[in-house]
């Protein structure tokens, strides 16, 4: 596959080590043996790490975790993985987690694009989702966006036949960007069918980030895909 994605120099996040709350801190050192992921030398097996079969959806930059805390608990029938590189997300999705009384998600702090490359399994993944992920919205950062056909060409193996790739964003440029990544590489098509697009853009809640958006006068735009 080329050069590998730890020795990459261009990043698609910025690490910000926000300080953690008191709250934060007691749901990590509570909740994370329960709920996380430790990364190691082997690719994870789902199925395990869940303790149970069952469809899994996949969830990049889960922010503070309320809206993969409230898909999981919509959703109880599937199993939810949410993938965050900031701790103090890590934290406040444990907290929601936790009170909630879930037992269907698992959550690593990782970089996505070398877990993707390195610990997941083929065709292990059944619904990957990407909500209003960093627009890098100049033009000169355009090259850390997440979506990219490096990016779309590690999901392809490791989704299951027909899986779902939904992605949100409020910056038409970055929609603009997305539906021409898509458009550029081979592996997936577009979702138009309205039931069904419905369907799928219904089941995201309304985060924070749209919040803000909408409040700044942002159209949002929902992409979905199914793999070809």
Same mark, same amino acid.
């Given at each position: 596959?080329?050069t590998t994605?730890?020795?990459?120099s261009?990043?698609t996040?910025?690490?910000?080590?926000?300080r953690?709350?008191e %709250?934060?801190?007691?749901?990590l050192?509570?909740h994370? #043996?329960?709920?996380?992921?430790?990364?190691g030398?082997a690719?994870?097996?789902?199925?395990?790490s869940?303790?149970?079969?069952?469809?899994?959806?996949m969830?990049?930059g889960? %922010?503070?975790?309320?809206?993969?805390a409230q898909?999981?608990?919509?959703?109880?029938?599937?199993?939810?993985?949410?993938v965050?590189?900031?701790l103090?997300?890590?934290?406040?999705?444990?907290?929601e987690?936790?009170?909630r009384?879930?037992?269907n998600?698992?959550l690593?702090?990782?970089d996505?694009?070398?877990?993707l490359?390195?610990h997941?399994?083929y #065709?292990?993944i059944?619904?990957?989702?990407?909500?209003?992920?960093?627009?890098w919205?100049? #033009?000169?950062?355009?090259?850390?966006r997440?979506v990219?056909?490096?990016?779309?060409?590690?999901l392809?193996p490791l989704?299951?036949?027909?899986?779902?790739l939904?992605?949100? #964003?409020?910056?038409?440029?970055y929609?603009?960007h997305?539906?021409?990544?898509?458009?550029?590489c081979e592996?997936?098509?577009?979702?138009h069918?309205?039931?069904?697009?419905s369907s799928?853009?219904?089941s995201?809640?309304t985060?924070?980030?749209?919040q803000?958006?909408?409040r700044?006068?942002h159209?949002?735009?929902?992409?979905?895909?199914?793999k070809?």
């Amino acid at each position: 596959m080329g050069t590998t994605l730890s020795r990459r120099s261009i990043r698609t996040f910025v690490l910000r080590q926000g300080r953690l709350t008191e %709250g934060q801190q007691r749901s990590l050192d509570l909740h994370w #043996t329960q709920f996380g992921l430790e990364v190691g030398a082997a690719k994870f097996n789902l199925n395990q790490s869940f303790e149970r079969v069952a469809p899994v959806w996949m969830e990049i930059g889960f %922010g503070n975790g309320e809206a993969l805390a409230q898909m999981a608990e919509a959703n109880p029938e599937i199993n939810f993985l949410g993938v965050e590189v900031h701790l103090p997300g890590v934290g406040h999705a444990l907290g929601e987690i936790a009170s909630r009384e879930l037992s269907n998600v698992r959550l690593i702090r990782y970089d996505a694009l070398e877990l993707l490359e390195k610990h997941i399994e083929y #065709t292990s993944i059944d619904r990957l989702n990407l909500y209003f992920p960093d627009p890098w919205h100049k #033009t000169r950062h355009h090259k850390r966006r997440i979506v990219n056909a490096e990016f779309i060409k590690l999901l392809l193996p490791l989704m299951t036949d027909r899986a779902v790739l939904h992605m949100a #964003t409020d910056w038409e440029s970055y929609a603009i960007h997305m539906e021409q990544a898509l458009a550029d590489c081979e592996g997936f098509e577009r979702v138009h069918d309205e039931p069904r697009l419905s369907s799928i853009t219904a089941s995201r809640p309304t985060t924070r980030f749209e919040q803000r958006g909408r409040r700044l006068g942002h159209e949002v735009f929902d992409l979905a895909y199914l793999k070809a």
